[in-house]
């Protein structure tokens, strides 16, 4: 899959691609909503491999741009909506919802680029404000799939509660063996009463070197990036 980003903004980083990877371990089909698509290349590859109708959701035009482009070059269908996710009325609601939401705070040091900025700091799609909506699109027994920052667990599963999400799977994402947990995968189930299934870390580097496992994440996503101007 070849996947034009922009030279002078936000790129996607290896986050996306192990979301992907574990994504993989769930039958995705219906339709599918990628809220904060970026370059849409997580929403694109899930349409490659699975069955699904993909929307997107993005506020940054410039990189609505390189989400239609990137999907015209690959051959996929795709309906993007442009705007803030939670001011978006949409017409109809999805089995899935995908995403690798900004997560950073404000006391992490800041890019100077708006558009970085944007795409990193949580103010900018607050936690609480996606995980409302996301409960007022999905359908009954719908799931949410996404990655965030491995030290606001508690706080992600408290708010998962309060809108009526169940955690039926998690998955830890280590820097190093000896590393502490930088990010979690989370399978969330509306309306679920299942239990959590806890998959083995990732362990992302050994020897400074990507490990066998973060290798292979990063050949099934196949991904051929290219940066330009617009």
């Known amino acids: 899959m070849i ?16 979301l992907y990877d574990f994504l993989r371990n ?23 491999d699975f069955p699904v109708n993909l929307s997107a959701v993005e506020k940054q035009d410039k990189m ?22 939670q001011n978006i009325e949409f017409e ?36 609480e404000d996606m995980l409302k909506k996301t409960n007022k699109i999905l359908k009954p027994k719908g799931a949410l799939i996404f990655c965030y920052d491995a030290k606001q667990l508690q706080r992600l599963i408290s708010l998962l509660s309060k809108y009526k999400f169940t955690v039926e799977a998690i998955k830890f994402i280590h ?5 502490e947990a930088n ?8 309306s ?10 990732l362990i992302v580097f050994e020897d400074g070197e990507y490990t066998k496992e973060a290798m292979k994440a990063f050949e099934k996503a196949g991904v051929h990036s290219i940066k330009c101007k617009i």
Do not use: W
Request: glycine share 6%.
């Open 64 to 85: 609505v741009f390189f989400t239609n482009l990137n999907a015209k070059v690959n051959g996929i269908d795709i309906d993007v909506k442009v705007g803030d996710f």
């Open 26 to 48: 769930f039958k995705i089909k219906g339709n599918i909503l990628d809220i904060g698509s970026g370059s849409g290349v997580l929403g694109l590859l899930v349409a490659r």
């Open 183 to 190: 990010l979690v995968m989370i399978y969330a189930k509306k």
């Open 3 to 18: 996947i034009y980003q922009p030279s002078d903004g936000y790129c996607y980083n290896s986050d996306t691609i192990f």
């Open 92 to 127: 109809k609601k999805f089995d899935f919802l995908i995403s690798n939401p900004p997560f950073y705070h404000e006391n992490v040091i800041r890019s100077k680029k708006e558009e970085i900025d944007i795409s990193r700091y949580v103010m900018y799609l607050p936690l």
């Open 192 to 201: 679920s009463k299942s239990l959590c299934k806890v998959f083995p870390p």
């Open 175 to 179: 820097p190093k063996k000896d590393k």
